[in-house]
């Protein structure tokens, strides 16, 4: 069976990806979403991390953003299979251990279903605004996800790093995976390529499945190693499910390992719909 995923909605409303419900959506409603996915087997729901957005930017990247520490702590209580994946935390924005902290909370509170999903991020503005360093977020990037990797499930972690550097202190609690997923997001070659040498997995964003498959055939992947993809074309599981069927193994042949799946819908009925459709499509 296909692993499929949600990119949450309500939590974030992109200019043209949204339906109306979702305007004046309350967290009951997210949470009959998260449970809907929960019970029909999908593999994660996401929520994203924005400060705050310059106004200028809101015709192009939206202006909701929930704070996912919290949306996908409440919904750690309200679920119990669904991984629960930041897509994406800006690492700038956080000292690892602070982020080992927080999040190795929420994968004690959820029973080891925490997926990290990480980027440099590319908001200038918001950089500026919280006092975090832009120039050299690449870099500095790559060694956070060193330090996270070598701190997420110590609770004595110790890191020697180009910008990272502690040991003798005490994170308590942590994360109780072994290994939580690390994932980097990213539109670029050079993101996946960060992803291979550093992650357990990419998730891209405005990255066509054709464009992916290419990359992925220029870079070695360690094993396992996820790759997260959008469906190659739209899926209407409802009036076509034959073809829903192709449309997901095309995208498979494609390199996902996992798809994620969404649509505009005007109502939540129409959308809860949707997600029991094509989890039937998909298992069948």
């Known amino acids: 069976m296909v692993k499929l995923s949600i990119s949450s909605p309500v939590v974030t409303l992109n200019p043209g990806a949204h339906g109306p419900w979702e305007l004046n959506a309350t967290i009951d409603d997210l949470v009959r979403v998260a449970e809907t996915a929960d019970r029909l087997g999908y593999h994660h729901l996401t929520c994203s991390e924005h ?124 994360a109780v995976q072994d290994r939580v997923p690390i994932w980097t997001g990213g539109r670029t070659l050079r993101s996946l390529r960060r992803a291979a040498a550093l992650a357990d997995g990419w998730t891209p964003f405005a990255v066509s499945p054709d464009q992916a498959n290419r990359w992925l055939g220029q870079v070695e992947l360690p094993e ?7 469906p190659v074309a739209p899926l209407d599981p409802i009036a076509e499910p034959a073809r829903a069927q192709d449309i997901l193994a095309a995208t498979e042949k494609a390199g996902a390992t996992i798809i994620s799946v969404g649509r505009v819908h005007d109502t939540l009925a129409e959308y809860l719909e949707y997600l029991e459709a094509l989890a039937t499509v998909a298992s069948a």
Not at 104 to 115: A, F, K, M, Q
Not at 151 to 161: K, N
């Open 51 to 174: 400060v705050a957005l310059p106004a200028a930017e809101l015709d192009r990247r939206g202006a909701r953003y929930w704070d996912p520490l919290s949306t996908l702590g409440y919904l750690a209580a309200r679920t119990e299979r669904i991984r629960l994946a930041t897509h994406v935390l800006v690492l700038a924005y956080h000292h690892p251990l602070e982020i080992a902290k927080r999040y190795g909370t929420l994968d004690l509170i959820s029973n080891g279903r925490l997926i990290l999903g990480v980027g440099v991020g590319t908001l200038k503005e918001e950089f500026d605004l919280i006092g975090a360093p832009y120039d050299d977020r690449g870099p500095r990037g790559d060694d956070a996800m060193r330090a996270l990797r070598a701190s997420l499930s110590q609770p004595q972690p110790a890191y020697h790093g180009e910008f990272y550097d502690f040991e003798g202190m005490v994170v308590d609690p942590c």
């Open 224 to 230: 396992p190693f996820d790759v997260v993809l959008p």
